[in-house]
């Protein structure tokens, strides 16, 4: 999709969903302030590394000063807009109590759904707002109610943690067989498809697959759709976590290829931690398990119950989405792939330092990581984090779970300054001198 089309497509989810909310979460949106007008006819690539525009994002945000703050995956923060308009909805649903939670919480609730379908380029009626991505794929992964004893299901060394262990549960749950593959490194567009490709020639009995758009651990951003095609032409279903995808790469959920997704909304697009979305394709809501006690049938919202939510984190996502919009998503993947370039190509220069990141733009996202070589165990990079904290002052975080080793995860965000990926290339070089 043209991604100044796709821009306008979002930045109408607001204005969408406007007429449903309540009295004053519509003054509060509408009358939020714009981020700065971007030139017309400017390329992402050129606004990049457009410094004032940039500047002026970054204003936006309350940032600690007490490190270089570059783990930036765990969530993503509020911008002050967003973060305003959020204290003023936990305080109008404080004082108003049940009378707004039973009254009128259901349908802005209604209208923040619309907003986020909008975004996401998906009909309404295929997707239901959850706490975060991992609950949307845990209910996917275990409601997945087409799997028969000796059926095989596969996952990757990159895939999340959690979600692996729901994997891996399903022998349990389904007497199924569960797999696992490692991704090749240093990782290629070829390689990992073939990887795929191999496993499924491998294990004709494979009828499911774990997909992570961007994992968590090295940033590598897999090629989904691609592997999704394949997957579908053998009979084999794909459930993918967009967690690290939606919101940083210029994507819709369609462009997946994918049935079912678990979506994070509270780390790339600046919602109020605690929003999520799953996201089921027309007519395969049957294939999912609906909650325990909910009655069958193809409406989605029987396959989450999540109780009494936060309510003000679920008003606040009509008013980050827009943000989110006026910035535009592909505006954001090309600033996001410049801080990552920025410490990436330098670090490669340093003898001693390992870079987990692929020259390929197809697989890159705002994550890479590092190690030092040989340096692989848990230790060494728990360690190896410390020292950055402790003597440059550079946060950093370790992460675990790649076939290779542990490793250190850098994530700049849109407000990140250029100045903080020249502090951890610095601290790089000394690291390495001892």
């Known amino acids: 999709m043209n991604p100044q089309r796709r821009t306008l497509l979002c930045a109408s989810s607001l204005a969408a969903a406007l007429p449903l909310l309540s009295g004053g979460a519509a003054r509060a949106a509408s009358a939020m302030p714009l981020l700065p007008a971007i030139p ?30 570059l783990d930036n995956g765990f969530w993503g923060s ?32 209604e209208a923040a759904r619309a907003a986020a379908a909008i975004a996401l380029g998906v009909a309404v009626d295929e997707i239901v707002l959850t706490r975060g991505a991992t609950e949307a794929l845990q209910i996917l992964i275990a409601g997945y109610n087409r ?29 199924v067989k569960v797999v696992s593959i490692a991704m090749p490194e240093p990782f290629t567009h070829d390689g990992v ?43 084999i279903d794909v459930i993918v976590d967009t967690a690290h995808g939606f919101g940083q790469l210029d994507m819709t959920i369609p462009d997946l290829q994918a049935d079912f997704v678990g979506i994070n909304l509270h780390k790339w697009i600046g919602a109020p931690v605690g929003v999520g979305a799953l996201y089921i394709k027309r007519g ?34 009509p008013m980050a989405l827009d943000l989110h919009a006026q910035i535009g998503v592909a505006n954001k993947q090309a600033r996001l792939r410049l801080l990552r370039n920025r410490w990436v190509e330098a670090a490669r220069g340093i003898e001693g330092v390992e870079v987990l990141a692929s020259e390929d733009p197809r697989l890159s996202s705002a ?3 590092f190690r030092l070589k040989g340096k692989t165990s848990v230790a060494d990079n728990f360690a190896l984090s410390k020292k950055l904290v ?13 076939a290779s080793g542990a490793c250190l995860r850098v994530t700049p965000a849109i407000f990140t300054p250029e100045s903080h990926l020249d502090k951890l290339v610095a601290a790089l070089r000394q690291v390495v001198k001892g």
């Open 40 to 69: 017309a006819g400017t390329s992402p690539e050129a606004l990049a590394g457009n410094q004032a525009y940039w500047q002026a994002v970054a204003a936006q945000y309350d940032v600690t000063d007490e490190v270089v703050q």
């Open 284 to 317: 395969r809501v049957a294939d999912i398990d609906p909650y325990l006690g909910e009655q069958l049938g193809d409406d989605i919202r029987t396959r989450v119950h999540t109780g009494t939510v936060n309510f003000a984190a679920y008003l606040s996502l």
């Open 193 to 235: 498809i073939a990887a795929y490709a191999h496993a499924m020639e491998r294990h004709p009995k494979l009828k499911m697959m774990l997909l992570t758009h961007v994992n968590h651990r090295n940033g590598m951003v897999l090629p989904v759709a691609e592997i999704s095609r394949m997957a579908r032409a053998r009979g």
């Open 367 to 369: 994550i890479a990581s």
């Open 147 to 175: 799997l028969r004893p000796g059926d095989t299901v596969l996952y990757a060394d990159i895939d999340y943690d959690n979600m692996i262990t729901v994997t891996r549960w399903l022998e349990q749950r389904r007497g």
């Open 78 to 109: 509020m911008n002050r807009p967003v973060l305003a308009h959020y204290q003023q909805q936990v305080a109008m649903v404080n004082r108003d109590n049940a009378w707004y939670a039973r009254m009128r919480f259901p349908a802005d609730f």
């Open 390 to 402: 402790q003597q440059h002052g550079v946060f950093a975080v370790p992460r675990d779970g790649l």
